[in-house]
């Protein structure tokens, strides 16, 4: 590191954490520069001391890991651990430390990515770079044409309207979505506000990335798979927003 850099965007490159947690720590006062307790932006050089919760962080950028994970039925994706015992950290108990881009809720299966890589976690999220997400539905009535174009035509929920959307159906109880957007149980509520209750939820795709993979089981990015990713989020805005689906 050859020029000043903030601090946040320095924890992030090393994978200790994303800039947001990186903040949050910042404002806990667990954050150290050379034994002083640095403010908000603090920008360091590579002659500084720093200590996260009293560890050293070396100044060395690492390589980052990449993993995309089938999340079964009832893990929360946290990285509290000490909070949420059914968590997406011990469960897949990986010898370093990652964190997952974005989220599935505990009644939601499927592909979600994990990382190291804090930078590529706030370009992902950001709602506004319109990232494709894919998912296989299952409702608990039969599906009409009317619910159909209402779902892509937009539904207003969380005091807003979603997002024109790709929907088609599969069979009298299925369909398929992809959607750019990521409001909070996003497709749930849209549901809702048709009377219809979602009893299955999986998500199959994230951007370029494919479900490939048996529940329970995750695997490294494969090299074209993350040089295309890398590619598609070149020219993101870098800003965290977790949703959850």
Known sequence: MSELVRINKFLSERGICSRRAADKLLEQGRITID????LMGTKIGPH?????????????????TY????????????????????????YISYPE????IGRLDKPSEGLILLTSDGDIVNKILRASNGHEKEY??????????KFLRGMAGGVPILDTVTKKCEIEQ?????????LTQGLNRQIRRMCEYFDYNVTKLKRIRVMNI?????????RTLRPQELEDL???VEHSTKTFRPRTK
Do not use: W
Not at 35 to 38: I, L, M, T, Y
């Open 210 to 218: 494919k479900l490939d993979i048996p529940v329970g089981h995750y």
């Open 230 to 232: 890398m590619k598609a």
């Open 170 to 178: 599969i069979s009298k109880f299925v369909f398929r979505i992809i």
């Open 48 to 64: 500084n001391e720093i200590r996260v919760d009293g560890k050293l962080v070396g100044h060395t950028q690492k390589e980052f």
């Open 136 to 145: 296989i539905v299952t409702v608990d009535r039969p599906i009409t044409e």
């Open 67 to 90: 993993l995309a994970f089938n999340k079964p039925i009832g893990i929360v994706c946290t990285t509290d651990t000490k909070r949420e015992k059914d968590n997406i950290i011990d």
């Open 35 to 38: 034994g002083e307790k640095p």
């Open 97 to 100: 430390r990652i964190f997952p």
